[in-house]
């Protein structure tokens, strides 16, 4: 039988979850991380066409406001820091 092991130094996972979802005004993101790399937040529509990219220090990545302006509909949005990538949808009301 093989072990699998965990190969981070710091034995922190990377996990990313938005809220609230969904929203009405703009969404923020709540991260796990033992990372101080600045995060780059891409959202694209449900077409695949990019509605924003922005790089966000590690130290403001929580309160960052997102969507705002975005017509009501469903996007994806990939946080991306260092190797670390996660996935997630949003829902605008």
Do not use: C, H, W
């Amino acid at each position: 039988a093989r072990t699998i092991e965990d190969t981070s130094v710091t034995g922190v996972a990377f996990d990313a979850q938005v809220y609230p979802n969904p929203y009405a005004e703009q969404f923020y993101f709540k991260v796990t991380t033992a990372s101080q790399a600045s995060f780059t937040i891409q959202v694209y529509d449900m077409m695949g066409r990019a509605i924003e990219t922005r790089t966000v220090n590690a130290d403001a990545i929580e309160s960052t406001e997102v969507g705002a302006t975005y017509p009501s509909g469903i996007y994806n949005v990939i946080l991306t820091q260092g190797n670390d990538i996660k996935s997630l949808r949003v829902i605008k009301r």
